[in-house]
């Protein structure tokens, strides 16, 4: 049984950073992508970062040149680093996995493990 469990959420101000970790519990396999998204207060969630296992990664356009998702094989963590925070990136943060090579935006039902949640406010 394989555990996702995200941290390093919390509150800054515009402009501000936040680094999100994701620990992984248990082993994948070779080919997994794995992605952070995001739901704000009654909205869908949306994918914003993902990262497949030869490290190719992509972004929503929203978050281009400001996040950076990356990952650390050898602590089983997966990476968001978030800079030049908007308000509008307010929400809950997820981190998700997904058992194909195949990586990137998509329908997020593709996404078969979720972690619980971190929570990112960001004020103006």
């Known amino acids: 049984q394989v555990q996702l469990v995200e941290s390093g959420g919390g509150s800054v101000q515009a402009g501000g950073s936040l680094r999100l970790s994701c620990a992984v519990f248990?082993?994948?396999?070779?080919?997994?992508?794995m992605g952070w998204f995001r739901q704000a207060p009654g909205k869908e969630r949306e994918g914003v970062a993902y990262i497949s296992s030869v490290d190719s990664t992509s972004y929503a356009d929203s978050v281009v040149g400001r996040f950076t998702i990356s990952k650390d094989n050898a602590k089983n963590t997966l990476y968001l680093q978030m800079n030049s925070l908007k308000p509008e990136d307010t929400g809950s943060y997820y981190c998700a996995a997904r058992l194909s090579w195949a990586c990137g935006p998509g329908p997020v039902s593709r996404f078969g493990y979720w972690g619980q949640g971190t929570q990112v406010s960001v004020s103006s």
């Open positions: 248990g082993y994948f396999g070779s080919d997994v992508c």
